[in-house]
């Protein structure tokens, strides 16, 4: 029997694409680092400007204290 994936998972799979892609294009470790910060940097942005500041803060905290 095969699974069926759902819509998110696979918009999440197609955005992902991207992102490998992208990681694939970097020569050095030092690369994948300047990738990952710039990732990181547009991540928060982003949460900023859908959750606002302080909803970013709240969201980071609950990541970290469930580590």
Do not use: H, W, Y
């Not at 020569?27 to 990738?35: I, K, S």
Request: proline share 3%.
């Amino acid at each position: 029997m095969s699974e069926q994936i759902n819509p998110i998972e696979r918009k999440m799979a197609t955005m992902m694409m991207v992102i490998d892609t992208a990681i694939q294009c970097t020569e050095t470790p030092e690369d994948q680092l300047m990738l990952a910060c710039a990732m990181m940097q547009r991540t928060k942005e982003i949460f900023d400007c859908i959750l606002g500041e302080e909803g970013t803060k709240r969201m980071i905290k609950e990541l970290i204290k469930d580590e």
